[in-house]
């Protein structure tokens, strides 16, 4: 039998995230929305032709994703190529925006129903590709600087003292004595870091 309190590792005032909650029974009805509706339209137009709108939106995703593949590498080769060459002026930033948005209503074509066929053809209009692509950006700047402030503060800080071709080591300066050849006093409860 299982009481009320929370396992060791959490603690007592941790509660599960919305995401972990609702994700599951999202999916789910999603699912079960995918079937009725195939049904429905199976039962209206026939099973052939619905078999016909799958596959033809199954080739118009694969050619979406490769598509948006090439680019991806095209914007990659130029990306080089730009860094190889001094002084080069940073363009094409534009240009590459939308990859991962085309690649998603690619997949989204593929996986056979009607409601992912309609949000992948969706994601295929250019205006509304550049909305939701500016508005995710926004919203991970957003959750990255509440981490940054959050627990993980001090690690996001670290990686960002560190320099191409240095390395920071925290840790505590030890003065030596000033005495002959730099050697220590010895009633100094400190050893030393590295022996002489």
């Not at 959490?10 to 009725?36: D, N």
């Not at 004595?177 to 030393?192: A, I, K, N």
């Amino acid at each position: 039998m299982t009481t009320g309190t929370p396992p060791r590792n959490q603690p007592a005032g941790a509660r599960r995230s919305r995401l972990r909650t609702f994700l599951p029974l999202g999916v789910a009805a999603w699912v079960v929305l995918e079937i009725w509706l195939l049904t429905v339209v199976a039962g209206a137009v026939g099973g052939f032709t619905l078999f016909l709108l799958l596959a033809a939106a199954f080739v118009l995703g694969a050619v979406v994703i490769k598509a948006a593949g090439r680019r991806a590498f095209q914007n990659l080769s130029e990306t080089i190529q730009r860094q190889q060459q001094p002084g080069a002026v940073e363009a094409g930033e534009q240009r590459s925006q939308g990859n991962g948005l085309l690649m998603l209503a690619g997949l989204l074509l593929m996986i056979p129903g009607l409601v992912s066929d309609a949000f992948g053809l969706l994601l295929l209009v250019p205006p509304l590709r550049a909305a939701l692509s500016r508005y995710t950006e926004r919203a991970i700047e957003r959750k990255m600087s509440v981490a940054t402030q959050g627990a993980f503060g001090g690690a996001f800080q670290q990686a960002r003292m560190k320099q191409s071709g240095s390395t920071v080591i925290q840790g505590e300066v030890v003065r030596e004595d000033e005495g002959p050849r730099g050697h220590r006093d010895d009633s100094d409860p400190r050893p030393p870091i590295m022996p002489s």
